[in-house]
């Protein structure tokens, strides 16, 4: 073997190497518009990453037992590039048929489909090679010492190419066809170079058409809109998920997406908000502080809640985890960042760090379709309560069902409230909204809004029966989470479910 393949095939190693943990997280990625980002997608993608490494070892190790031609290899590479491209232009319909299943096995099967195949082609290369660059039994150790180094190190690199680079700025379904395009072009070097006389340079050529026509396919119809009675005026990616701007056809109704879940609307002509939640966030947190001056937002949104805050006179602090949605905020949805201080953090680092106390403080944050799980323990309500004012309030916007069998979060979070602060209020809305309040101030009085002028007319019936009297929770059921033991994810995982098939019901609708 000439030294120049010797260093090809080490090349290589290292680019399948990136390429397994690129298509590992992008996996991930494109899964979660669909099923969440909770642990079932994560537990789906490594168990079927780690059980596609085991076979593909498998199959590198027998295959070149058998025969030592490169080509198999390098054509196995084509033909992993063709899966991969060909999972772009599946996922989607393959995902809503898998939310007929429950949200464990429908991520799991959804990842076998779409994964298991390119990962095990692309894991075959390390036992191959070992065999292809060694020539005695001395050198056993060192090859394998050398490849494995390499595919590890290769493996780093994709991970911050992905992170770092891919995610914040590609589309998911660009990156991963760019992946693919690698796989070929990888391979068309070699047949170049060293394989001209071996069968499989015509793979290469199909896979090369193979990529493209169902790349184009693909962008084509991410292209296509099939809304009816709304048009797209923005998206962006993010470490985040996936953000959207819709707009009805009509002008007077905008929505903000995440990960195709709506977590806004608003009326750009009026210029106020159409959704109930925000109008509950603010009056919630003003009828239940003694004296608003200074308030806290966890969560940007699109701007809408510390916007109306500052309207009033109160200074505001935001801290907001994504960069991303803060120009379309302000671009879409009239957030003046100006108004307010704004800090790109994660809440739970913030809360640790800061010193300043609050009249109030308001916790809306969301990823897709739930809260983030590490947000609802006692030790962030403890950190939380150390900056509040002695009557200071914290306000909490969330999805919680207290039928018996489904309510598990909801008691949960009442429970682990009840363990840091004196009085804990549930307002339920008709809507699904459940709004959670926690004060030390005792007796707790509530003062509702003189009148309801100035909300959207349509929102204003769930408005009042939100904000009318608590609901009573049973306290003896659910239990206080903790940041050591935080089973929410896996115990609410059946309301989620819902959230995710009521989305893809209503799909047609838009």
């Not at 170079?193 to 071996?198: I, S, T, V």
């Not at 109008?279 to 937002?297: E, I, Q, S």
Request: hydrophobic fraction near 50%.
């Amino acid at each position: 073997m000439s030294s120049g393949l010797r260093r090809f095939l080490y090349l290589t190693a290292t680019l399948t190497g990136a390429a397994v943990l690129v298509v590992e997280i992008l996996g991930a990625k494109m899964l979660t518009p669909w099923f969440g980002s909770s642990h079932f997608v994560w537990t789906a993608q490594i168990t079927i990453t780690l059980l596609a490494l085991a076979c593909g070892y498998y199959l590198g190790g027998w295959a070149v037992d058998r025969s030592r031609r490169l080509s198999l290899i390098y054509g196995g590479l084509v033909l992993a590039a063709s899966y991969l491209a060909f999972t772009v232009t599946i996922r989607n319909p393959l995902a809503a048929a898998c939310l007929n299943l429950n949200l464990a096995l429908g991520s799991i099967v959804a990842s076998l489909i779409l994964f298991f195949v390119p990962l095990t082609l692309l894991a075959a290369v390390g036992p191959f090679f070992v065999r292809m660059l060694t020539s005695s039994v001395e050198g056993v150790g060192r090859a394998v010492g050398r490849l494995s180094f390499l595919g590890t190190l290769g493996s780093v690199g994709g991970v911050l190419l992905t992170s770092y680079v891919l995610v914040p700025y590609c589309r998911d379904s660009v990156a991963m066809l760019g992946t693919a395009a690698a796989l070929v072009v990888l391979s068309a070097v070699y047949f170049i170079g060293w394989g001209l006389g071996e069968r499989g340079g015509g793979g290469v050529v199909a896979g090369a058409v193979a990529v493209t026509v169902l790349g184009f396919v693909a962008l084509r119809r991410e292209g296509e809109s099939t809304m009816k009675h709304h048009v797209e005026v923005a998206r962006a990616n993010s470490h985040f998920g996936s953000m959207q701007v819709l707009e009805a056809k009509d002008g007077r109704r905008r929505y903000y997406l995440n990960d195709f879940l709506v977590q806004n609307t608003y009326d750009p002509v009026d210029r106020r908000s159409l959704s109930m939640f925000t109008y509950a966030l603010f009056h919630l947190a003003d009828g239940y502080t003694p004296a608003l001056r200074n308030a806290l937002c966890i969560g940007l949104g699109v701007g809408i809640v510390p916007r109306e805050l500052a309207a009033r006179g109160v200074a505001v602090d935001v801290v907001e985890i994504n960069p991303a949605v803060v120009p379309l905020a302000k671009r879409w949805f009239d957030f003046d960042p100006s108004a307010v201080n704004l800090m790109i953090d994660d809440a739970r680092h913030f809360l640790r760090v800061a010193t300043n106390r609050y009249d109030t403080i308001v916790l809306d944050a969301f990823l897709g379709d739930s809260s983030p799980s590490h947000l609802m323990t006692r030790e962030a309500f403890a950190e939380i309560h150390r900056l509040l004012n002695p009557e200071g309030a914290l306000v909490i916007n969330a999805f919680a069902d207290f039928e018996t069998t489904r309510d598990f979060f909801g008691t949960s979070l009442h429970r682990t409230l009840k363990a840091v602060f004196r009085e804990v209020r549930v307002h339920v809305s008709p809507g699904g909204n459940t709004f959670f309040v926690g004060t030390d101030r005792s007796p707790l009085a509530f003062r509702p809004p003189a009148a309801f002028d100035h909300v959207a007319p349509w929102c204003r019936g769930e408005l009042q029966v939100a904000l009318a009297a608590p609901k009573a929770v049973n306290e003896e059921r659910g239990l206080v989470l903790t940041d050591d033991y935080n089973p929410v994810d896996y115990f609410d995982a059946r309301n989620r479910e819902r959230t995710r098939r009521i989305l893809a019901a209503g799909a047609d609708s838009w």
